[in-house]
């Protein structure tokens, strides 16, 4: 299989604080990578980093064999074919659902509006919201809106999703309706990087499990392993504080 | 001696009602069309104040505190009387039109970036990241919030020009504050001539001050 994602020695600095000191991280396609570790460890800048959302000041990102840096005129052709969902959201207010999700095929790919419509009302109706096309995001719950954000990254058709925290602004009882509708994606072989805290998720889907720490990838490996025999201290430790939380 | 409202005075404005209207119409031509130039110098100057670029929030900046700290008066007599020694003679409807046009365009401007920066950052991201242009994200995503929160400040903008298009009446601009102020120096009946024109700018202003009002509590409602 080959590597669709591609990241080189990225140096991130917000200010004189620099968070990512050197990462290195690939990603084979159909691969499901699930980064975690304690707040302010860099995961959401690094996935960030991906998309060119955060530019780094060093290093370099491919994907799909393209190197995004040096390639700006490619990135909007390329991040088209990457969905991200987000921590909160970001549905569009001013749109419907059923808008925010023909935007993007009408706009940039240049569907017509009868074609948008359709495809967006199969993928509404794969995250169980067919009902809710006409109303506005703020009308639904922040479950809903997660869902519809998921549709929204999908009516693309991308090769692969990035999620960046998709279930840490939710009320708890809101959290399982939204990784039902990942977990379901994930079974369909799309490449998925996430950044989470559900670790029952990163068990349930993950192929490899990314631990960082401190702007570093500290330790790589399946989920099994990187759970029951973690081989860094450090690593160590924050499963063994999230097992007492739990 | 007869007061300053007395009833042949009345009389006379009402037989020579044709110069109040020309000049009203000559008010509300200028009006439109500077409000039009305000807004399309707001949205261009106000986009340019967000944006990353030092050098073009530095275009912003020199254009919004030199217009908004000088008097709209010099402005426009630096239109009228400046500009014929650099051979440029304009037509007094467009000296008007220009002056109140840039003059309110920097008060736009100010409204537009404010407008835009409340618009939350996520917003931007999801639309770069899902492959939208730096202008079609303004286009589609941006500027429609950001239109929302503009309106009413622009409704009340809109208020402020129409009675600011009155500094025509220093530069013989035929507007309608010029010839109720002739009018009234020629019979010397001041009374009926401005109060006429006083109703007549608010038979324009006060409508668009109560649809800004109206604007403003809707907001409040769906905020």
Redesign the interface.
């Given at each position: 299989m080959s590597r669709v994602i591609r990241l080189e020695n990225i140096h991130k600095s917000f200010g004189k604080l620099e968070v990512l000191h050197g990462i290195d991280l690939e990603v084979k396609e159909g691969e499901k990578v699930v980064i975690i570790g304690p707040s302010g460890s860099g995961k959401s800048t690094l996935i960030r980093c991906i998309?060119l959302?955060e530019k780094p000041e060093q290093g370099a990102v491919y994907v799909d064999q393209v190197n995004l840096l040096s390639n700006t005129q490619q990135l909007?052709?390329?991040?088209?074919s990457?969905?991200?969902v987000?921590q909160?959201f970001?549905?569009?207010?001013?749109m419907t659902v059923l808008e925010n999700l023909m935007?993007?095929p009408m706009?940039?790919k240049k569907e017509s509006g009868e074609e948008a419509e359709k495809t967006a009302l199969v993928y509404l109706e794969r995250v169980g919201l067919q009902d809710k096309a006409h109303s506005y995001p703020a009308q639904l719950s922040g479950g809903q809106q997660q869902r519809v954000a998921i549709a929204r990254?999908l009516t693309?058709k991308p090769k692969i999703m990035?999620f960046d925290e998709p279930t840490s602004a939710l009320d708890p009882e809101m959290i399982q309706e939204v990784l039902d509708v990942m977990v379901a994606l994930a079974d369909e072989g799309i490449t998925m990087v996430v950044v989470t805290h559900e670790m029952g998720f990163a068990r349930r889907v993950a192929d490899r499990v990314v631990f960082m720490a401190d702007g570093k990838i500290i330790e790589e490996n399946a989920p099994e392993e990187f759970f029951t025999h973690p081989q860094h201290e450090r690593a160590r430790q924050f499963l063994s504080k999230i097992e007492r939380a739990v | 001696m007869p007061g300053p409202f007395a009833a042949f005075k009345w009389e006379a404005l009402l037989s020579d009602w044709n110069v109040f209207a020309e000049g009203f119409g000559m008010t509300i031509a200028v009006s439109v069309l500077a409000l039009l130039l305000a807004l399309v110098l707001g949205i261009a100057f106000g986009m340019m104040g967000t944006e990353k670029s030092r050098l073009f929030r530095l275009v912003n900046r020199c254009y919004v505190e030199l217009i908004q700290n000088t008097p709209l008066v010099i402005q426009i007599f630096f239109l009228y009387n400046g500009l014929p020694y650099i051979g440029i003679q304009l037509p007094i409807f467009w000296v008007g039109m220009l002056g109140i046009g840039v003059y309110h365009g920097a008060y736009a401007a100010e409204v537009v970036r404010a407008g835009i920066l409340s618009v939350p950052k996520g917003q931007f991201e999801a639309a770069m990241a899902q492959g939208f242009s730096y202008r079609d994200t303004m286009r589609h995503i941006i500027l429609p919030q950001a239109k929302r929160l503009a309106y009413p400040p622009l409704t009340n903008l809109a208020v402020n020009l129409i009675k600011n298009t009155s500094v025509m009446a220093m530069i013989a601009g035929g507007d309608l504050m010029y010839h109720a102020d002739s009018w009234a120096s020629a019979n010397l009946y001041y009374g009926p001539a401005y109060v006429v024109t006083g109703l007549l700018y608010i038979a324009i202003c006060f409508p668009l001050a109560t649809y800004a009002k109206h604007l403003e509590s809707k907001l409040e409602v769906s905020v």
């Open positions: 998309n959302l909007s052709r390329v991040r088209q990457m969905g991200m987000f909160q970001n549905l569009y207010p001013h935007l993007a706009k940039l990254a693309m990035l | -």
